[in-house]
Each structure stands twice: as C-alpha cells, then as structure tokens.
C-alpha cells in the first residue's frame, strides 16, 4: 500500500529536532528536581506528585468517617 506524502523543508525539521531536545532537556530536569524533593522530604515509595504536593496511593488513605 502505497501513502501519499509531503516531506517538510529541511529548515522546519531542524527547528523541529531542536525543540525536542529542549523539551527532553525540560522533562529530564523536571525529574531531577522532583528525585532531589521527594529525597529531601523523604516521600515515601508510591506517592504520586499531583502538582502541588505529593498523595498517597488510594488503598493507603484513611476511610471516611461514616
């Protein structure tokens, strides 16, 4: 099978392959802060970060009170 195709100027893809190693280099630096935070505050294994904070896994939360 055969598809139809338009290949992008070599000036869009370059621009393209460097804005993905800035975005990797983003994302590996968001790691590290994170790793170097949970290590700092000592969060236990399994939390999750929620944007603000970390939360515990839902079958560790305490029951509502009925």
Do not use: C, H, T
């Amino acid at each position: 099978m055969q598809y139809d195709r338009i290949d992008a100027p070599a000036r869009i893809v370059e621009a393209m392959r460097r804005m993905q190693e800035a975005l990797d280099r983003l994302q590996l630096e968001a790691q590290a802060i994170q790793f170097g935070a949970r290590a700092a505050l000592d969060v236990p294994e399994g939390w999750q970060w929620d944007g603000s904070g970390w939360k515990a896994p839902d079958n560790e939360r305490p029951a509502a009170d009925a």
